[in-house]
């Protein structure tokens, strides 16, 4: 019985958050991990560190993005949990500059 707490102890550990959040760093995201990069992109949105910038300033900052359109970069984070999150980087139509930034699974 107590082998069998222990394991579920050890295995609901396995399971936690691995969420540390830190402030973003663009060396660090450049060369980051999923999980590195998930660390600080809450801080991306709620800073809003990104909103006015332009195609080539995030590009220069994040880099290429996982995914694009005219209007969207999708990066792939991971918060530790069993699925990974999208960075959406949403940009304004008329003027090509980050209108909105949002985490989603």
């Known amino acids: 019985m107590k082998q069998s707490l222990l ?12 969420n540390k959040a830190e402030k973003f760093n663009k ?5 980051g991990t999923q999980i590195e990069r998930g660390n600080m992109s809450t ?6 560190i ?14 290429n993005p996982k995914d694009s359109t005219n209007t969207n970069f999708h990066y792939l984070v991971d918060f530790g949990y069993m699925t990974s999150f999208d960075l959406k980087i949403s940009f304004d ?7 909105k930034t949002d985490l989603s699974d």
Do not use: H
Not at 7 to 14: D, G, H, M, N
Not at 27 to 31: H, T, V
Not at 43 to 48: G, N, P, T, Y
């Open 50 to 63: 990104l909103i006015g910038k332009t195609k080539s300033e995030i590009l220069d900052l994040l880099g």
């Open 93 to 99: 139509k008329s003027n090509l500059r980050v209108n």
């Open 43 to 48: 801080d991306l949105v709620e800073s809003k």
């Open 7 to 18: 394991l579920l102890f050890i295995f609901l550990l396995s399971c936690g958050n691995n």
């Open 27 to 31: 060396e660090k995201w450049i060369s």
